[in-house]
């Protein structure tokens, strides 16, 4: 097994640059289930989540070529309706688009129960409500959810969200392209992957208005046609390096981004007191002194991000005073506290509000990445302590992140991928 080992307490330099999102790729690949032709799909981030996802859709019939490492040719015409592989698909989470995409071609749909980042009870319950309104019957046997509207077809529907969910957005979305009628969604998710997927089917030939608002408006349409197109740069993961120069006190720059997606990160920066240069497609990080405390609520877009939680909290660890930071969007997200409380930081966890007080210095030590981006602000953290920090389960990080530790190294930053059986063998790791 593989980790991380960093030498922190040392300034980072110079400019990063984002790759495509990972929360648009993966809807956006699954997608390709509706086109009965190929899609050339460009920006793809090459991490383990995108790779899990063509093995599920080559394990289902799909055709794919590796133009290069950020470009994909895939052909769907043939594809298998059911036959998504259950160890695959039960561990990540974005599996379940298989079922709207299925079921918006097939009339029906079959798939493991997902998997992914625990986050405590993470409900499909909107998920179904869209599909059974669109006439779908829906059960969950043995482990797969099972889907099917064979016998009266998919029938446009007015759906009201009970709680805004990316997710249930997103797989009404596909599900409903190809149904008769105009589909409204109300309450609907606005977050910048659910405009791109809508601009991806669109271009496909799909009808689709409001994505971006809390109503969007799908009017079926009989076929898809294959398209080139390139998925957007990564928000959070321009955020999370963002947060990586605030704290070491680091003048950086991230290129390739859209500044407006950050517009909830940059705000928090800055009434931080950290600069933030915005130009057309980058912004520059530029640190002035200690950072102040602030109190942050994650929510939906364009509020802050729930995937920005546990990098912000490494920041409140070290900032001037006391913060509240309080998750508003998943119950259990606070597990990773116990890792940053190993390295010194001052945290109380109540429910879904942690109170940080910041103290001078983290210190390094032995931590796990717990999740995703959990194991982002584990990296953070071991930038900030002096000496050397190991961070094991860093396959979590890879799920999200590319080539973490070479852009990392490329700015200075003193990060290295060993094994444990090297890390066990040095003297140095406490």
Not at 50 to 62: N, R, S, W, Y
Request: a negative charge.
């Amino acid at each position: 097994m593989d980790c991380l080992v960093v030498n922190g307490g040392k300034p980072l330099s110079g400019s990063i640059t984002v790759g495509g999102m990972k929360n648009a790729a993966l809807p956006i690949l699954f997608a390709t289930i509706l086109v009965e032709g190929k899609c050339v799909i460009e920006n793809l981030p090459p991490i383990s989540d995108v790779t899990t996802a063509l093995e599920i859709l080559q394990a289902m019939g799909a055709k794919i070529h590796m133009v290069n490492k950020t470009t994909i040719e895939i052909d769907t015409t043939v594809i298998r309706c059911g036959s998504a592989p259950y160890d695959l698909a039960r561990n990540m989470r974005a599996s379940y688009y298989v079922l709207g995409a299925e079921l918006g071609r097939f009339r029906q749909a079959s798939a493991a129960c997902p998997g992914g980042c625990d986050f405590g009870v993470r409900p499909i319950d909107q998920h179904v409500k869209g599909f059974e309104s669109l006439g779908a019957k829906v059960s969950v046997v043995s482990g797969y959810v099972r889907c099917d509207a064979t016998e009266s077809g998919l029938k446009a529907a007015n759906i009201y969200m009970d709680v805004v969910t990316v997710g249930a957005t997103i797989n009404i979305m596909l599900a409903a392209v190809k149904a008769q009628g105009q589909t409204v969604i109300e309450n609907a998710a606005k977050e910048p992957h659910v405009v791109d997927l809508a601009n991806f089917l669109n271009a496909c030939g799909a009808n689709i208005v409001g994505a971006g608002t809390d109503i969007i408006k799908i009017k079926g349409v009989d076929a898809l046609h294959g398209v080139t197109y390139a998925i957007i740069p990564d928000m959070i993961e321009a955020g999370t390096y963002m947060m990586a120069a605030a704290a070491t006190g680091s003048r950086l720059t991230v290129s390739n981004v859209i500044p407006k997606h950050l517009e909830s990160i940059t705000a928090k920066l800055e009434e931080m007191g950290v600069g933030i240069e915005e130009h057309d497609e980058s912004v520059t990080v530029i640190p002035h002194g200690r950072l102040g405390r602030v109190n942050v609520k994650t929510l939906p877009y364009p509020g802050f991000p729930t995937d920005m939680n546990p990098q912000m909290c490494v920041l409140l660890c070290l900032a001037d005073g006391m913060s509240i930071l309080t998750e508003g969007v998943w119950d259990g997200r606070f597990k990773y506290t116990e890792e940053l409380i190993r390295m010194g930081a001052s945290i109380k966890v109540d429910g879904r509000t942690a109170i940080v007080e910041g103290v001078e210095t983290l210190r390094s030590a032995h931590v796990r990445a717990v999740d995703l981006r959990a194991g982002a602000a584990m990296v953070i953290a071991a930038l900030t302590a002096p000496g050397e920090t190991v961070i094991s389960d860093i396959y979590h990080i890879e799920r999200g992140y590319e080539c973490i530790v070479e852009k990392l190294q490329s700015v200075g930053a003193d990060i290295h991928r060993v094994t444990m059986a090297d890390v066990g063998a040095s003297a140095n790791v406490s």
